[in-house]
């Protein structure tokens, strides 16, 4: 199994950017999509983003395309989002996702593995 540990959420400001990371340890050794979801209290965790494991595929929430970038390095064993021009509607908690699979995986109950997630608040 793979455990997850997620990393950069804080404060920032409106129109800010925050580099959020999801390292991976544990049998990293096989291939393995990420993804990463975002939940405010009170809702439904949502999905942000998802990547294959040869880097080749991605996937974005619609509404969030052109502001979050998703990428993975596979020798780190690191999973980023990337996240500009930030709004208080992005303040949520993070979390990123693993599966063994060579695909993508952009549904949240088809992930097996979880991070405990990362605050991220966006203030205005």
């Known amino acids: 199994q793979v455990q997850l540990v997620e990393s950069g959420g804080g404060l920032v400001q409106t129109g800010g950017s925050l580099r959020l990371s999801c390292a991976a340890s544990g049998r990293t050794s096989s291939s393995y999509a990420m993804g990463w979801f975002r939940q405010v209290p009170g809702k439904e965790r949502e999905f942000v983003a998802a990547?294959?494991?040869?880097?080749?595929?991605?996937s974005y929430a619609d509404s969030l395309k052109g502001r979050f970038t998703i990428s993975r390095d596979n020798a780190k064993n690191t999973v980023y989002l990337q996240m500009n021009s930030l709004k208080p509607e992005d303040t949520a908690v993070y979390a990123c996702?693993?599966?063994?699979?060579?695909?993508?995986?952009?549904?949240?109950?088809?992930?097996?593995?979880w991070g405990q997630g990362t605050q991220v608040t966006v203030s205005s």
């Open positions: 996702a693993a599966k063994y699979t060579f695909g993508i995986v952009t549904i949240e109950s088809q992930y097996d593995y």
């Open positions: 990547i294959s494991w040869s880097r080749t595929i991605t």
